[in-house]
């Protein structure tokens, strides 16, 4: 079904005033966006849009939505995939685990149409907590459950405990405890024939950087893993990742739902919970407006509740682009615009309007240079799509330290 630009704003319009509310007036810059969007409508519907992990899973995914089915199980079907999958290292079965060494995952979910919502957070040994989250709203009357009690309500309503941390995701695990074993009593000890007293470096730094590295490597060689994936070992532990999968589904009739799940930061603290288990942050859908889910930096995520800031400002008149960028700006004025704090900080957002009108939006262009940030997308093509970003560049890894020299970073790490 197709549905324009104009739709939209008169209903909404419509709506407003049929409950007294004050519309605001369009600015000069809103008005050039919304003309832009209808330049591009009319807009398709069904449609789902995801994060770039959820690109194998559209498929199926659209053809249920199509063929009638719920949005959110459409979402789920999607965000299930990764969750499934024990090579997906940021998601659910297989997610790096925290600094104990245990997976905690975190999810939530939201369906417009009954306009129900449902979170779980700091979740062990349960694969499919975007499930979970859907089974609080359905089994309780509570919206959010966190650790051992979001653990033992999804064990009462069915799913199975089990134990999430893959071989592959233990041996990174351990390969990044002993990473930092100058400063501990984890890795090879003062017996190891190996050992060598840290000594006063006499190397340039390149030198000393490239060897490090090569070290790594060869650890991560010994702990086991397979050649092809040691290099990707060494990257995930001198830099811990996140990972994390949002969707979002429209059906023909304008209904609309999302979700969002995750194993969150790599080698987090025990307890820390990102932005996916907030509603409001790593995923918020109204009926009346749209949906929208962010991956990324989850702390900076929840100090500018980006997924609400980004469906309101659609509410409010703002094109879906238009929408998520006034969130990015808003993570900007969090540093003050200090580009030194902001280059080692990335967010990207989805968004779907309830017309079918939608945008992937990040700070940065993506996390290295030829790896933009892509968002995944179905309307009856499926197709990746390079997000709009704030800033130009590419987003820096955290923690800063160590600073590794651009050429062993290129020739390693990359
Ligand atoms: N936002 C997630 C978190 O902070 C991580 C991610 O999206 O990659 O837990």
């Known amino acids: 079904m197709l549905f324009s630009r104009r739709d939209f704003v008169k209903t909404s319009v419509a709506g407003a005033f049929a409950v007294g509310m004050k519309t605001p007036a369009l600015t000069d810059s809103k008005l050039d966006a919304a003309r832009d969007q209808e330049a591009s409508g009319p807009y398709k519907r069904p449609i789902i849009i995801a994060a770039h992990n959820g690109f194998n899973y559209l498929d199926d995914a659209f053809a249920f ?4 089915g719920d949005t959110l199980d459409a979402a789920l079907r999607v965000v299930q995939g990764p969750e499934n999958d024990p090579n997906d290292t940021s998601v659910g079965l297989g997610g790096l685990p925290n600094e104990e060494g245990v997976v905690e995952l975190d999810a939530c979910c939201m369906h417009g149409p009954t306009r129900r919502a449902g979170s779980v957070g700091g979740v062990h040994n349960i694969k499919n907590v975007s499930l979970v ?9 509570h919206v959010m459950l966190v650790a051992e009690g979001a653990e033992r309500f999804a064990v009462d309503v069915g799913f199975p405990r089990e134990n999430l941390l893959t071989d592959h995701s233990r041996k990174i695990w351990l390969l990044w405890k002993e990473f930092h074993s100058n400063e501990d009593w984890w890795g090879p000890g003062l017996a190891d024939p190996h050992w060598q007293a840290p000594g006063i470096p006499t190397k340039p730094q390149a030198e000393l ?7 790594l490597q060869a650890r991560a060689a010994q702990l086991g893993i ?21 969707c979002s589904a429209l059906n023909e009739k304008g209904e609309i739902s999302g979700c969002t799940t995750t194993s969150g930061l790599a080698f987090k ?14 995923c918020y859908t109204d009926q009346d407006v749209g949906s929208a889910g962010a991956t990324g930096s989850g702390e900076e995520n929840i100090k500018v509740a980006g997924a609400h800031t980004i469906v309101e400002n659609m509410r409010h008149g703002m094109s879906p682009h238009e929408a998520g960028m006034d969130a990015l700006k808003r993570i900007e004025r969090t540093y003050n615009g200090d580009m030194n704090k902001l280059r080692f900080v990335d967010m990207v957002y989805y968004v779907l309007r309830k017309d079918g009108a939608y945008a992937g939006v990040s700070l940065w262009q993506g996390y290295s240079e030829g790896h933009p940030h892509t968002i995944a997308v179905h309307d009856g093509t499926k197709r990746p799509e390079v997000t709009t970003s704030l800033f130009q560049g590419w987003s820096q890894d955290f923690p800063p330290e160590p600073n590794v020299p651009d050429d062993v970073r290129k020739q390693y790490l990359k």
């Open 65 to 68: 939505l199509k063929g009638g």
């Open 133 to 141: 989250s859907k089974a609080v709203f359905e089994h309780t009357g």
């Open 209 to 215: 950087w490239k060897e490090r590295v090569e070290h």
């Open 226 to 246: 397979e050649p092809e994936r040691q290099m990707e070992a060494v990257r995930k532990v001198m830099f811990p990742p996140t990972g994390t999968i949002h």
């Open 269 to 282: 603290l025990p307890g820390r919970l990102g932005d996916s288990p907030i509603l409001g942050a790593g």
